[in-house]
């Protein structure tokens, strides 16, 4: 079995895709020191000149460069400023862009966030409420894919429920990398469960998890999954609905993410693990989910045991909590932790 460190170093060598639905981060950081005369809300004065970062698949994409791997990211976003701000924040990262696809049909995703005193106060969100993706479209990205699966040692599947993720294009994904036997992990959307089925691993948070649960009983295969409630208020229930969802996927394994609670993994084969969390100061949790799952993936192709991916993501979902927004943790933080902490 190979060390942490051993794992870590190999990192660099590695190249992943990503494939999901893009989203452009913008930050407007300020002090609120007065209620609106106009109205009763708070008036944030400004500091300096908003920021922006890859969201959704590119924060994935991000926190897979952070640690050195060498990353493609396949996605869409719109013709328009947004896009060329979110092309060029990818570019600088040395994220590879060969495969983001301009839709003339859609806005770039934009999520504007105001910030107070290490605060979150509002969130802004603009795009396209059917974010459909147009066929001609669909069967480029398709194609791009299928061209150059070959190259990659993982495929990371990021839904955000954007309409970037259809079934049609999971279809054609997970065929092609089982077929290449690549790993291939997904983090989910509530209602397509049913089209992850044969994948390494998936990786959902509790709501997510009940949600899947409540949408495959309303299937007519809903039967199939033993479980008299979709609500997991225990750690009983975590562990039946794991097991089930497992079983009903035929997944090789399945991360369920649980916030302060840690993670619990589910294997073909081996009893369910339950990995406390690793925060120690909990700023932010926003992108934590990315970071999971990109950290789980690159160390699984790095020759870690999805237990040690799992860990070696919780140890990083740990740090990058304790940081504003949807930050990255690099490989000497990684190592450190993981040195640190006690390994599994």
């Known amino acids: 079995m190979s060390t942490y460190k051993s ?40 500091e300096g000149h908003p920021t922006f970062s890859p969201g959704g698949a590119a924060n994935v994409a991000n926190n897979l460069r952070s640690v050195g791997a060498k990353v493609t990211l396949v996605g869409r976003i719109g013709n328009d400023m947004e896009g060329k ?31 107070t005193q290490r605060q979150q ?18 069967k480029a990205i398709n ?23 259809t079934p049609e294009l999971l279809s054609h994904v997970c065929m092609l990398a089982l077929k290449a036997k690549k790993v291939l992990t997904i983090d989910p959307k509530d209602d397509h469960f049913n089209f992850y089925r044969r994948v390494t ?3 959902p948070n509790k709501r997510e998890t009940e949600n899947a649960i409540r949408n495959i009983k309303l299937t007519l295969e809903g039967n199939k999954l033993k479980l008299n409630s979709d609500r997991l208020k ?26 302060e609670s840690g993670m619990c993994l589910f294997e073909k084969g081996k009893k369910p693990v339950h990995i406390p969390t690793r925060a120690q100061e909990v700023f932010d949790v926003t992108g934590a989910g990315d970071t999971v799952i990109s950290l789980f993936t690159l ?12 860990d070696i993501a919780n140890h990083a979902a740990g740090i ?9 943790v690099s490989r000497e933080e990684l190592l450190k932790a993981c040195l640190k902490g006690d390994k599994v």
Not at 17 to 27: A, K, P, R, T
């Open 143 to 165: 194609a791009f894919i299928e061209k150059n699966l070959s190259h990659f040692d993982a495929v990371i599947v990021s839904d955000y429920g954007k309409g970037m993720i």
């Open 234 to 259: 225990s750690q009983d229930d975590v562990l039946r609905a794991g097991e089930q969802l497992l079983k009903y996927l035929d997944l090789e394994s399945l991360l369920v993410t649980l916030g």
């Open 7 to 46: 794992i870590i170093s190999h990192f660099t060598s590695k190249r992943i895709l990503v494939i999901g639905d893009l989203i452009l981060d913008q930050h407007i950081k300020g002090n609120v020191s007065r209620i609106s005369p106009e109205a009763p809300v708070p008036i944030l004065l400004q």
């Open 121 to 138: 106060v509002l969130r802004v969100d603009r795009e396209k409420e059917n974010g459909s993706i147009d066929p001609v479209l669909l």
């Open 320 to 328: 990058v909590v304790g940081k504003m927004g949807a930050a990255t």
């Open 299 to 310: 160390a699984l192709t790095a020759g870690a045991t999805k237990l040690q991916a799992a």
């Open 201 to 203: 691993s998936i990786t």
């Open 85 to 115: 701000i979110f092309t060029k924040s990818i570019k600088q990262r040395k994220i590879e862009t060969d495969g983001v696809f301009i839709d003339k049909n859609m806005p770039t995703i934009l999520k504007t966030r105001i910030m």
